[in-house]
C-alpha cells in the first residue's frame, strides 16, 4: 500500500548544489543555485530567498515537488495560505522541511532524446528542472504545486 507522502509527491530527489548565481547576483534578496540531483540525474536551477534560507556550493539538500501539503493527499485550494486556518493545528507535508514555496509551471518543453524541462515561477522565483521525462511526467502545464527543500 502506498504511503500518504506518495501520493501527494510529483517528484523528490536529493540535488548536490554544484555553483551559487552561477551567472553573477542579480538580486539582492535572492541567490539562483545550480544543483545534480543524485538518483535521477536531473538538472536545477533553482532562485531561493537567500535572506531566509541559506544555502551554500557542495552541499546537499532535499527537494520535492508536492500537489498538496495536506498527508491524507486532498487537494489544496491554491489559492490562498493562511496556516493557523488553513490546517488548524494537524501536521503537513512542510513540517518536515525547512522551505516552502508555492508557485505554478508555466512551461514543459519536451526535447530529445526523452528530456523534459519543466519551468515553474513562485511568485517570480524561477525553477527549472531538466530531467528524463520518466522522472518528472506527473508535473503538468499550468498545475499548482509546492516545492519544499531541506538540507542534507
Known amino acids: 500500500m502506498a504511503s500518504a507522502t506518495s501520493r501527494v509527491t510529483l517528484f523528490e530527489d536529493i540535488f548536490e548544489i554544484t555553483a551559487l548565481n552561477p551567472e553573477g547576483k542579480k538580486f539582492e534578496r535572492v ?14 536551477l533553482l532562485d531561493y530567498n537567500c535572506q531566509i534560507y541559506s544555502l551554500l556550493e557542495g552541499e546537499k539538500m532535499t527537494l520535492v515537488l508536492a500537489s498538496t501539503l495536506n498527508l491524507d493527499g486532498s487537494p489544496d485550494d491554491h489559492t490562498s495560505y493562511n496556516p493557523s486556518t488553513t490546517y488548524q493545528n494537524e501536521p503537513t507535508l512542510a513540517d518536515n522541511y525547512e522551505y516552502v514555496m508555492h508557485g505554478r509551471v508555466f512551461d514543459v518543453s519536451y526535447k530529445k532524446d526523452g528530456v523534459v ?17 520518466r522522472h518528472v511526467s506527473s508535473i503538468l502545464p499550468d498545475m499548482r504545486l509546492y516545492i519544499l527543500v531541506k538540507k542534507d
Not at 31 to 44: I, K, P, V
Not at 117 to 133: K, M, P, Y
Open 31 to 44: 541567490n539562483r543555485l545550480s544543483a545534480t540531483g543524485t538518483t535521477f540525474e536531473c538538472d536545477l
Open 117 to 133: 524541462v519543466i519551468a515553474i515561477s513562485f511568485g517570480g522565483l524561477l525553477c527549472r528542472l531538466t530531467g528524463d521525462q
